[in-house]
C-alpha cells in the first residue's frame, strides 16, 4: 500500500528525468562533440605516456599545457599575441573596408562589374604564397608587409560574397522601390545591403579563416614576433610542444571569432529565402 508522502514524490522524479532528458536532447551536438574531443585527448596523451609515439613527433597534451602555463605565467607570450592581434586586426578591418563598398558597387552596377571581373579573377585565382617576394620589396619585412599579406587573403571571400548578395536581390524589391522614386543612394542603403547582409556575412566568416593563415605564413616567412614567427622557430628547435601550443592558439582564436561571427549571421538568417533544408 503505497503512502501519501510516496504518492507525492512520483510526478518531481518524473519531472527530474524529463528535465535531464530534455537538456540531453537540446545539448546532443555540444556534448557529442565534447565526449569526442575528451576521448581523442585521453588518447593522444596514452599513446605518448606508454612509449607507442616518440613525443619529439607529436608531443602531448600534458606537455602542451605546461608549455602554455609556463609562457602565460612568465608573459613570454603576450608580444606574440600583441604582434598577431594587431595584424589581424588591420589586416582584416581593411579587407571588410575594401571589399564590402566594392562588392556592393560590382554588384550592382553590372558594366562596373565587367570591368573589374578579369583583374578580381586573376587575383583571386594566384596564390598569394606566390607574391609574397614582391609584397616584401613593396611593403618591407616589417608589418606592412603582414598587413598586405593578410589583406589579399581575407578581401576576395568577403568581395565575391557580397558581389553574389547583391546580385540575388529580388526584383520585384527594385521595381518596389524604383516605383516610389529611390534614388541610388536610398536604392543601396534600403535595398541592396541589407539583401546582401546574409552573403556578406558567409563572406566575412570565410574571410576570418584566410586571414588567420595569412598571419602565420606572413610571420612564417620574415618576422621578429607574432605566433607564426612562434611557431616557426619553435619548429626549426624541434620543440614540438611550443609548436602545438602556437597552432592551439591560432586554432583557438578562430573558432572564438568565428562563433562570434556565426551568432551574428543567425539573426540575420531569417532574411534569406528558403533557409530551412
Known amino acids: 500500500m503505497t503512502s501519501v508522502a510516496e504518492e507525492r514524490e512520483i510526478p518531481r522524479r518524473r519531472k527530474s528525468e524529463f528535465t535531464i532528458y530534455e537538456f540531453l536532447v ?17 588518447l593522444w596523451e596514452a599513446v605518448v605516456s606508454f612509449g607507442w609515439v616518440n613525443p619529439l613527433f607529436t608531443s602531448s597534451p600534458s606537455r602542451i599545457i605546461a608549455t602554455g602555463y609556463k609562457m602565460f605565467a612568465d608573459g613570454s607570450i603576450y608580444p606574440h599575441l600583441t604582434i598577431s592581434g594587431l595584424e589581424l586586426l588591420v589586416g582584416y578591418g581593411l579587407s571588410i573596408i575594401v571589399g564590402v563598398p566594392l562588392g556592393i558597387l560590382m554588384g550592382w552596377y553590372r558594366r562596373f562589374d565587367a ?30 608587409s603582414k598587413f598586405a599579406i593578410i589583406f589579399l587573403s581575407a578581401v576576395f571571400p568577403i568581395l565575391i560574397n557580397t558581389i553574389a548578395g547583391v546580385q540575388t536581390v529580388e526584383r520585384d524589391y527594385v521595381k518596389v522601390a524604383r516605383s516610389f522614386g529611390a534614388s541610388d543612394r536610398q536604392m543601396f542603403l534600403t535595398v541592396a545591403f541589407p539583401a546582401a547582409v546574409p552573403f556578406l556575412l558567409t563572406g566575412l ?17 620574415s618576422a621578429q614576433a607574432g605566433v607564426g614567427y612562434l611557431i616557426s622557430v619553435a619548429g626549426a628547435t624541434f620543440q614540438t610542444d611550443l ?28 532574411w534569406r529565402t528558403n533557409n530551412k533544408l
Open 26 to 42: 537540446r545539448n546532443e551536438n555540444a556534448l557529442l562533440g565534447g565526449v569526442t574531443l575528451i576521448a581523442a585527448l585521453l
Open 115 to 144: 570591368a573589374l571581373d578579369p583583374i578580381i579573377s586573376a587575383l583571386y585565382a594566384t596564390p598569394r604564397i606566390a607574391l609574397l617576394p614582391l609584397i616584401m620589396i613593396w611593403f618591407g619585412i616589417g608589418l606592412g
Open 205 to 221: 566568416r570565410l574571410g576570418l579563416g584566410h586571414a588567420l593563415i595569412g598571419i602565420v605564413v606572413g610571420e612564417m616567412y
Open 243 to 270: 609548436v602545438m601550443f602556437g597552432i592551439i592558439l591560432i586554432a583557438t582564436a578562430g573558432v572564438i571569432l568565428t562563433n562570434l561571427l556565426r551568432m551574428i549571421e543567425r539573426r540575420f538568417d531569417r
